[in-house]
């Protein structure tokens, strides 16, 4: 089973549409959590830090579900600038003071006119 | 302005030949990392450190060789060992808190020619 595994997608959803993107990890010690985004041939930026049960940052909702080890992002209102591939990064904790950083395959979204 | 670098931003290697990507950062950062990223795929992690004299084979160490003798910097040897190296090449740092993101440099893009 991989660390962190994400749908690959693509998603194709039309402007305005709800979105949600699921990320399942292994570790159930793992600490933190993150959503980055990454647009073709650039590196990722960061989108959103998952700390607790969830946030919410404008039309974007990243939720945690430690029970079940996966967090979730959910993009409401869709732009087409959203388009994107948007990468789930776990933080795998260790003995030390930083963890292994390990990321999902990333989710495509693409958001038609 | 506190950041990460690589460089270069192209590279172009022959055959057999050994060439070290350069990362630096500048935001007194415990741990770095290195991946790499084929197209369409995700970020799949080479080696990380987590402290200075100190570094972790990741999940594809085969071909590639780190050092970290100072804090600031995480240089990676592709060795002519690795067979398939043209991929796009990028390094994170973290900060020590478990819960901090990774920031990124802009990658390094490595072709075999």
């Known amino acids: 089973r991989k660390e962190v595994e994400q749908d690959p997608g693509p998603f194709n959803v039309p402007e305005g549409a709800t979105v949600a993107f699921n990320c399942t990890y292994s570790n159930s010690a793992s600490q933190s959590f993150f959503w980055y985004r990454q647009d073709c041939r650039k590196e990722p930026k960061l989108l959103m830090s998952v700390y607790s049960s969830g946030n919410e940052d404008g039309r974007f909702t990243a939720q945690l579900n430690r029970a079940s080890q996966y967090i979730s992002l959910l993009i409401r209102d869709s732009k087409l600038s959203d388009s994107a591939t948007y990468l789930c990064v776990v933080n795998m904790g260790g003995s030390s003071n930083t963890g292994k950083l390990i990321f999902g395959q990333g989710t495509t979204l693409q958001v038609k006119p | 302005d506190g950041g990460i670098t690589q460089s270069p931003k192209y590279l172009f290697r022959k055959e057999g030949q050994n060439v070290t990507l350069s990362c630096e950062q500048n935001?007194?950062?415990?741990?770095m990392y290195w991946y790499r990223q084929d197209p369409g795929q995700g970020l799949r992690l080479i080696y990380y450190s987590q402290i200075v004299n100190d570094f972790q084979k990741g999940d594809i160490a085969e071909g590639y060789s780190v050092s970290r003798e100072k804090k600031e910097s995480f240089p990676l040897t592709v060795t002519s060992a690795q067979k398939n190296p043209t991929a796009f090449y990028l390094c994170a740092s973290t900060g020590t808190a478990l819960r901090t993101e990774a920031f990124f440099g802009q990658g390094t893009r490595l072709t075999v020619v």
């Open positions: 935001l007194n950062h415990d741990a």
